[in-house]
C-alpha cells in the first residue's frame, strides 16, 4: 500500500543509548518531516527535509539528528536518548511545501519509551 | 506565537448521535485549516481542508465550518458510528509559513 512507512512500531531504550528510526515514503514526495506527539500537547515538529538535500530544525530540535538519505527516506537518530524523548514520533511526507492545498501523508508512528 | 486550541479536551457519546467540536487560533496571516481524525495507534488522517473564502466542507458525515473573522471552525459529526471513536485534530497554516500549527485535539468515544 501506498504511503509512509516507519520503522520500529515500539522500542524501549535504557537512558543515553542510542537509536535511529527509519521512515520511508513511496508517493514522490519532495518534502518530509519528523514530529513528536506528547499527552495534551499538538504534534510538535522535530525536523524537516524540504526537498532531497536539504534539512532544518523545526520547533523541537534538541537531541536530536536527521538524515535525508534521497527522496524517499528520512531518518532520525537519537545519540543519547534521555526519558525526556520518551514520545510517539511521527514522520509525515507532502509533495511540497510551498502549496497553499499540500497534503500531509503521516506514518502509522513509533512508541519510544526512555527508562 | 501561532496557537491552536480545541474543546472540549473529550467527549463522550451514543451511537447515533451527534457532536460537534470547536477549534479557535490565532496563527496569522491564515491560509488554510484542516481536520485530522487520528485512531488509537495510528497516524492522522486528513478529513476535510478549508481556505480563507470556504466556510463550509462536508466528508461524508464530517462537516467543518470555518469562520476566518473570528478565528473559529468546528466540526460537526452526524449521526456517530463506534468507529467514529478517535481524536480528532485541527491543523492551522499561515500563508507566510509552510509550517503547521497543531491543537491538542478532541477525543471522542462513541459508545454502544
Known amino acids: 500500500n501506498a504511503g509512509v512507512t516507519q520503522t520500529p512500531k515500539f522500542q524501549v531504550l535504557k537512558t543515553g543509548q542510542s537509536m535511529t528510526l527509519q521512515c520511508a515514503q513511496d508517493?514522490?514526495?519532495?518534502?518530509m518531516y519528523w514530529y513528536r506527539q506528547d499527552p495534551g500537547m499538538g504534534l510538535r515538529l522535530i525536523y524537516y527535509?524540504?526537498?532531497?538535500?536539504?534539512?532544518d530544525k523545526g520547533e523541537v530540535p534538541n537531541g536530536y539528528n536527521v538524515s535525508r538519505l534521497n527522496k524517499r527516506e528520512f531518518s532520525l537518530r537519537l545519540e543519547s536518548a534521555a526519558p525526556s524523548q520518551t514520545s510517539v514520533y511521527f514522520c509525515?511526507?507532502?509533495?511540497?511545501?510551498?502549496?497553499?492545498?499540500?497534503?500531509?501523508?503521516f506514518g502509522s508512528g513509533t512508541r519510544l519509551t526512555v527508562v | 506565537k501561532n496557537q491552536v486550541e480545541q474543546s472540549p479536551q473529550s467527549l463522550i457519546i451514543l451511537e447515533g448521535k451527534n457532536c460537534t467540536l470547536q477549534?479557535?487560533?490565532?496563527?496569522?496571516?491564515?491560509?488554510?485549516l484542516r481536520w485530522y481524525k487520528q485512531d488509537t495507534g495510528r497516524g492522522p488522517v486528513s478529513l476535510t481542508i478549508?481556505?480563507?473564502?470556504?466556510n463550509t466542507k462536508s466528508n461524508g458525515r464530517y462537516t467543518a465550518t470555518l469562520d476566518a473573522d473570528t478565528k473559529q471552525s468546528s466540526l460537526h459529526i452526524t449521526a456517530s458510528q463506534l468507529s467514529d471513536s478517535a481524536s480528532y485534530i485541527c491543523?492551522?497554516?499561515?500563508?507566510?509559513?509552510?509550517?503547521?500549527?497543531f491543537g491538542a485535539g478532541t477525543t471522542v468515544t462513541v459508545r454502544a
Open positions: 509525515a511526507s507532502s509533495e511540497n511545501q510551498g502549496a497553499t492545498g499540500y497534503g500531509y501523508t
Open positions: 508517493m514522490n514526495h519532495n518534502s
Open positions: 527535509s524540504a526537498s532531497e538535500g536539504t534539512t
Open positions: 477549534c479557535n487560533y490565532t496563527v496569522s496571516p491564515f491560509s488554510n
Open positions: 478549508m481556505t480563507f473564502s470556504e
Open positions: 491543523v492551522v497554516r499561515a500563508s507566510n509559513d509552510y509550517k503547521l500549527s
